[in-house]
Structures are given as C-alpha cells and as structure tokens.
C-alpha cells in the first residue's frame, strides 16, 4: 500500500570548476553546473532554468550574494543565497546571511548567521503567510 520510493538524485553535472589554489576577483556568472574548491570575491549568478547548480565543497568559499536555482554549500559563504529551487546545507556549511529558498535541506552541524526566507516556487517574493513578509 504504502511504498517508499528510493529516488536519488541525479548526478551533479560539472561544466565549470574553480580549483583549491583559485581565487577569483569579480563577478562569476554560469549555466549549467559550477563547483567551488577556492574562493570567489564577488556576486554568483545562474541563468534560472531550473537545471543550473552551484556546489561549494568544504574548502570553497563565497563572499558575495547567490542567485542560483539550486545550491549545494558545504563551505563558507558571505552573503545572501537566493535560491529559487532547492538550498542543501551540508554539516560544515556557514552561511553569513539570509536564505531564501524553495525547498531546504540541512544537515545537523550546518550553521545560518541570518534569516531562513521560504518563497513559493517561480517567485521572487516570500511565500503568502511568511512571518519574515511582514
């Protein structure tokens, strides 16, 4: 009757890598899949198809806003992330800064300096009855 349907997610697709000695000044804007092993200084943007991924690993850091559908942080991030599909924190991820997210996952140890804000999907404002709206 009632079955649980093991669905993993599907690959995280890399188009663009920023390696461990990398550290980049100004704005980085991408399509597809970006995966942060340095550091950037400056705002991240995707184009908001609903496909495009940022993932941060333990040794990447933000210092900058976030505007991509999906966001995978496992390392620090100064700033705010606006994410209008999905945010997954992992267990050493820090974020300095307001969430905004569409759907949220967060690991036990995963640590917010700021507001968690829930927006209705394909929307740029906070979701009907969200106490931070007001």
């Known amino acids: 009757m009632f079955k649980r349907t093991n669905k993993q997610p599907k690959a995280l697709q890399i188009d663009t890598l920023i390696g461990v000695g990398t550290r980049i000044l100004g704005d ?6 970006l995966h942060v092993d340095g550091a950037i200084q400056g705002n991240v943007g995707a184009q908001d198809d609903g496909a495009a991924t940022l ?3 333990d040794s990447g ?7 991509a559908p999906n966001v995978i ?3 620090a991030m100064t700033g705010d992330i606006h994410a209008s599909a999905r945010v997954e924190l992992g267990a050493t991820a820090k974020v300095a800064g307001n969430v905004h997210y569409g759907l949220i996952e967060m690991a036990m140890g995963a640590q917010i300096n700021g507001k968690l804000i829930h927006q209705s999907p394909g929307s740029n404002e906070p979701a009907v009855g969200d106490a931070s709206a007001t």
């Open 55 to 57: 993932s941060v690993s």
């Open 28 to 33: 980085v804007y991408f399509k597809g899949g």
């Open 61 to 67: 850091l933000i210092e900058g806003s976030v505007q």
């Open 73 to 75: 942080l496992n390392g």
